[in-house]
């Protein structure tokens, strides 16, 4: 179930997710493209983004490598 608390975000979410989004939006590519990239559902790409969800390492890999990208990139960005 999704973390909709805003209080209750966990700063690294918060981070994880803006990295994603910015690497997302500065490569023109919409969530729902993303999502079918990654094969995730776009509303889940949405709350990562937002910073409601854990992403599972798996799922962290699947959506970096549909950015062009390694996990460990996203989380370098994020400053993880």
Partial sequence: MPNLTRQRQDPALLA????IREVRMEQG?????LALLAGVDR???????R???NVAVLTLMRLAAALG???SQLLE???L
């Avoid at 994880?16 to 990295?19: D, K, Q």
């Avoid at 509303?43 to 983004?49: A, K, P």
Wanted: negative net charge.
């Fill in 43 to 49: 509303s889940y790409v949405g709350r990562v983004e």
């Fill in 29 to 33: 590519v919409s969530q729902e493209a």
């Fill in 16 to 19: 994880l997710g803006a990295a």
């Fill in 51 to 53: 910073g409601d969800n």
């Fill in 77 to 79: 960005r994020a400053a």
């Fill in 69 to 71: 990208l390694q996990a």
